[in-house]
């Protein structure tokens, strides 16, 4: 158990529909990373928060948004959803920027 | 193009052999991962290397980080039917603070 926690586990939606996926770090890390695997794919960094504030952005697309919150949790959020878009989405926290993250069990979206 | 290039990106060999796979950039980084996920799982961190040049042993496997912090290599002993996985390198590039995951090597041991 790595101590990062991803809900839901598992998440079926149509197309064109909004989805939130929320993500609590470990306790004491400040840093939350959002990734993307679609099947038998690599980690596509999607965008890193650390303390509240936008640190990193990779190549999330404008239909894609995500914050972190002053408890540290944070959440992606999903919108006008396309079937392309079914992937495992995985957070991950470490206490600093730079440093190794730990990684959460994911939420695996499926839209149909 | 990939900024973390992994090779093989499938390899698949008897218990008991040896293998090295390898992870190489073209950017120099301030720190080196190596992580292995499991189907459905996320991915584990194993080791984190920082220094050029550095060796570090976890059991069977070595890791090593290349001199000009450019590249790295996992070498796994006596491979065993539970080192089966998603191998996977990342790294933060000097004066970058996005964690780069590479390519991934799916190794998959043959009892």
């Known amino acids: 158990d790595s101590g990062v926690t991803q809900t839901p586990k598992h998440l079926i939606t149509a197309t064109g529909q909004r989805v939130t996926l929320r993500c609590s770090p470990r306790s004491g890390d400040l840093s939350v990373y959002w990734y993307q695997q679609s099947l038998d794919q690599g980690l596509q960094f999607l965008i890193q928060y650390y303390n509240g504030e936008e640190r990193a952005k990779g190549n999330i697309l404008e239909r894609f948004s995500a914050q972190q919150f002053p408890d540290l949790h944070s959440e992606l959020n999903l919108s006008s959803l396309e079937l392309g878009d079914s992937a495992l989405y995985f957070c991950?926290?470490?206490?600093?920027?730079?440093?190794?993250?730990?990684f959460g069990q994911g939420t695996r979206l499926t839209v149909v | 193009t990939q900024l973390l290039e992994q090779s093989p990106q499938f390899l698949s060999i008897q218990e008991g052999e040896n293998l090295t796979v390898y992870c190489n950039s073209s950017s120099v980084f301030s720190s080196l991962q190596w992580y292995r996920q499991e189907p459905g799982e996320g991915p584990v961190l194993l080791v984190t290397v920082v220094t050029g040049g550095e060796v570090k042993k976890l059991k069977r496997l070595t890791f090593q980080f290349g001199d000009a912090r450019k590249d790295s290599s996992l070498h796994i002993t006596a491979a065993q039917t539970g080192d089966t996985g998603l191998y996977l390198c990342a790294g933060v590039e000097v004066g970058n603070e996005k964690l780069t995951f590479g390519t991934g090597t799916r190794l998959t041991i043959i009892p």
């Open positions: 991950a926290s470490s206490p600093r920027v730079n440093t190794e993250a730990f």
